[in-house]
């Protein structure tokens, strides 16, 4: 019995370290990517780079903007890996000031990704 607990153990914790890899690899090749300016005026975007609290906003966008039908996945993971980011960052923000900050800069690294997400769905047209 504690031997099937322990390796119920050890590969939760395997799936939530290849998932976390996962997601900052996406963050870092959406990363790479540019946001054009008709996007950014669209979304109310007041720099280059969204914070946080436009990540909401710019999934709503996402989701009635043109659904390509190849970033669904994508979009669930990231999704996912920001509600665990600002859940830790909340339970963490007493603990640590230098654990705090990284969260919130990938959690801005998430709103980017919506951001591109978004630049990627819209017609081109809109994009000129």
């Known amino acids: 019995m504690t031997l099937s607990i322990l390796i ?3 590969g939760i914790f395997a799936l939530a370290q290849f998932a976390v890899s996962y997601c ?3 963050l870092i090749a959406y990363g790479k ?21 436009d990540f909401a906003r710019l999934m709503g966008f996402v989701r009635v903007a043109p659904d390509p039908g ?4 994508e979009i669930g993971t990231i999704t996912s890996y920001f ?3 600002r859940l830790a960052r909340v339970i963490s ?15 801005a ?6 951001a591109v997400t978004l630049d990627r769905r819209l017609p081109p047209i809109l994009n000129r």
């Open 8 to 10: 119920l153990i050890f």
């Open 33 to 53: 990517a540019e946001i054009s300016p008709r996007t950014r005026e669209l979304a109310s975007l007041t720099s280059h780079h969204p914070n946080p609290i």
């Open 109 to 114: 690294k998430c709103a980017y990704f919506a």
């Open 24 to 26: 900052r690899t996406l």
């Open 83 to 85: 509600h665990a980011l």
């Open 70 to 73: 190849d970033d669904a996945l």
């Open 93 to 107: 923000a007493p603990l640590s000031n230098r654990i705090s900050r990284w969260m919130e800069l990938e959690l």
